[in-house]
């Protein structure tokens, strides 16, 4: 099999919280690979550390030592204005409460978010892909929950990202609409994207080729998987 490619490495990331002995390690010396058109699950209870890594990886958060490596650069040592690209181009990001804006449309939300393409045509088919063509010129209140998150997702990929990082996106969802996300997001990993999702469901992980199961802000566990092919035999 040929090489995988390394899409970003994380090296020996520590991230603190607070000072003395209430200091919290919310990163504790984690070092960890993302390799290109993967689905990585990152597994781990309450408070483990996963959102602030995903943060990390996404340049949301500021490191307090360690490397993230993309593209031969340190992300943390960009500047502002290297950290705003990266986060325009190399980066989609799905949260778990949406993040649409409310007073504009579908459609708006998309088409005017930092780097998104500009080609109706082209929103129109993520649109379609995502099974809200119908919904484009709605606003976010006037979408259930699962749509809305479809929403945030064709918005992550109208733009050229080379990943997807998701973090919780079925946290706010019922179970049925947590599953079409879910079979949303592993549609999307079959097309070729690169997808780290953020889970403290178990069950979830089947859906991986890759997981990475995080304990009091270090890696505890990193194993492949064969990923399932139908969301729909999974139950949690
Ligand atoms: N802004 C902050 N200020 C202080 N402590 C923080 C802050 N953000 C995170 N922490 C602490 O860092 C640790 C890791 O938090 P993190 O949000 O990464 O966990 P998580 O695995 O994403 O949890 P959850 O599943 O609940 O989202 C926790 O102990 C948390 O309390
Ligand atoms: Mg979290």
Redesign the pocket.
């Known amino acids: 099999m040929a090489e995988k490619e390394v899409l970003i490495e994380v090296k020996n990331l520590v991230?603190k919280?607070?000072t003395g002995e209430a200091t919290?390690?919310?990163?504790n010396n984690v070092s960890m690979k993302v390799y290109k058109g993967e689905f990585l699950i990152i597994l781990?209870?309450?408070?483990?550390?996963?959102?602030?890594?995903?943060?990390m990886i996404g340049g949301i958060d500021k490191v307090d030592s360690g490397e993230i490596i993309y593209k031969q650069k340190d992300v943390t040592k960009f500047n502002d204005k290297e950290l705003t690209n990266y986060r325009r181009e190399a980066i989609g990001y799905i949260f778990?409460f949406f993040n649409l804006l409310s007073d504009i449309t579908i459609y708006q939300n998309i088409v005017l978010a930092p780097s998104s393409t500009k080609d109706k045509a082209e929103i129109e088919r993520i649109l379609d892909g995502v099974g809200l063509l119908d919904k484009k010129d709605k606003f976010p209140r006037q979408l259930s929950g699962g749509q809305q998150q479809r929403a945030s997702i064709a918005r992550a990929l109208a733009k050229t990202s080379d990943m997807l990082l998701a973090?919780?996106p079925t946290?706010a969802l019922d179970y049925e609409s947590g599953k079409d996300v879910l079979k949303l997001l592993q549609k999307l990993h079959k097309e070729g994207r690169t997808i780290v999702m953020?889970t403290?469901t178990k069950e979830i992980t089947a859906l991986a080729d890759r997981i990475i199961t995080?304990k009091n802000?270090q890696i505890i566990d990193e194993r492949q998987n064969t990923p399932i092919d139908d969301v729909d035999t999974i139950d949690w």
């Not at 919290?24 to 990163?27: H, R």
Request: charged letters at 15%; proline letters at 0%; zero cysteines.
């Open positions: 991230k919280y607070g919290v390690f919310a990163l781990g209870y309450s408070g483990s550390g996963k959102s602030t890594l995903l943060n778990q973090d919780e946290g953020v403290h995080m802000g």
